[in-house]
């Protein structure tokens, strides 16, 4: 039995050195190493190329390399009866939230303008940080971790979600009919829904117009979120007042791209918080072991849901 690794960018060589240094013994390969492919019981993946995983025909588990998960529903010869997992990890929630906190103080402080501007020697009107509502979409284990740190700087935190979230640190809202209260007063506006039938295209000019005008997005969920040109007619409007985005329908965000040129976009190359090899093993391998001896596996993936 074995477990193998599956990646279009064939990025291998920082995973298998995890594994050799978490257990030499762990039985880990890559496609151009699997002679019996009929020992692989499990996969762990990142974007991997299409009807990859049918070549495997025991495969009953797949695990994404990430938190996120629509890279595997991508693959419309995803087989029906292999079980999901993904990566609940504690790096990847404090990055995140570094991250996105990083992002708001830029953006009330004006410190990307500036850098823009330079050497322009013009004060700009700055906000604080008890005057700023965070509206942060998808309160999961990533956007809960944000949510708690905005909070403890100091940020009024609201948040939406399916289901309604009872958590001291952030106001919830839920579902379809609480969304537009909830955009009402995002003045910086945090997307971490997962990518999924229901949230392609979410950012869109009729989400825009609900939001304070001048409103700031944050992006660090996926690319396939965010309607593009509606984004810029908004910035052009002043509807918004700037974005910082993270991810792209197309990664990398191609030289020729509208938004390099946009002076209120501020990117960054998918780097918000980054899955870490060696943090991430151990539950992989806990769920090889819970695989082999029938126990339940640990952070399942819904199908139904997509996330
Ligand atoms: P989770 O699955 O833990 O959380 C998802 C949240 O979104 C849940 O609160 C869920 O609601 C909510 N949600 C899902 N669909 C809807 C919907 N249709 N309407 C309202 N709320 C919805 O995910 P994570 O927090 O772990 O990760 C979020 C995403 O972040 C990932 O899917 C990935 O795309 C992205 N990511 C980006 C990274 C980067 O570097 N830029 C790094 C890591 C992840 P409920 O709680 O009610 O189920
Ligand atoms: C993830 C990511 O989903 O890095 O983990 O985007």
Same mark, same amino acid.
């Given at each position: 039995?074995?477990?193998? !690794?599956? &990646? ?38 990142? *974007?991997?190329?299409?009807? /990859? ?6 495969? *009953?588990?797949?695990? /994404? ?19 999901? =997992? ?10 995140? &939230?570094?991250?996105? !906190?990083?992002?708001?103080?830029? =953006?009330?402080?004006? !410190?990307? =303008? ?8 013009? &004060? ?38 399916? /289901? ?9 809202? /839920? ?29 869109? *000019? ?96 819904? &199908? *139904?849901?997509?996330?």
């Amino acid at each position: 039995m074995s477990l193998i !690794l599956l &990646r279009s960018d064939k990025n291998y060589e920082q995973w298998l050195n995890a594994f050799a240094d978490f257990d030499p013994d762990f039985p880990v390969f890559i496609p151009e190493t699997a002679e019996n492919k009929g020992d692989i019981i499990m996969a762990l993946s990142w *974007k991997a190329p299409t009807g /990859s995983y049918t070549q495997y025909p025991n495969l *009953k588990v797949i695990g /994404s390399m990430g938190a996120g998960v629509d890279h595997l529903f991508e693959d419309p010869e995803l087989p029906e009866n292999i079980q999901l =997992t993904r990566v609940v990890d504690e790096y990847l929630a404090t990055d995140m &939230r570094e991250f996105v !906190l990083a992002q708001c103080m830029s =953006t009330i402080k004006n !410190l990307n =303008t500036f850098s823009r501007k330079q050497p322009h020697w013009d &004060r700009l009107p700055y906000r604080r940080v008890a005057d700023v509502t965070v509206g942060i979409m998808g309160l999961g284990v990533l956007g809960q971790a944000v949510g708690k740190l905005l909070h403890q700087v100091g940020f009024k935190v609201t948040g939406w979600s399916h /289901s309604y979230k009872d958590l001291e640190f952030v106001k919830s809202y /839920s579902g379809e009919k609480e969304l537009n209260k909830f955009l009402s007063s995002a003045e910086i506006l945090v997307c971490l829904l997962p990518l999924t039938e229901e949230t392609k295209g979410i950012l869109n *000019k009729a989400l825009f117009f609900e939001l304070p005008h001048g409103a700031y997005l944050i992006n660090v969920a996926r690319g396939g979120h965010l309607h593009e040109s509606d984004l810029l007619d908004a910035l052009h409007s002043g509807k918004l007042g700037g974005a910082s985005l993270d991810v792209f329908e197309q990664e990398p965000l191609p030289k020729d791209h509208p938004f390099w040129r946009e002076p209120n976009i501020f990117i960054t190359p998918h780097v918000a918080s980054v899955s870490s090899p060696a943090s991430i093993i151990p539950q992989v391998v806990e769920n090889y072991n819970r695989l082999q001896a029938g126990e339940p596996l640990l952070n399942t993936v819904s &199908r *139904k849901r997509g996330y």
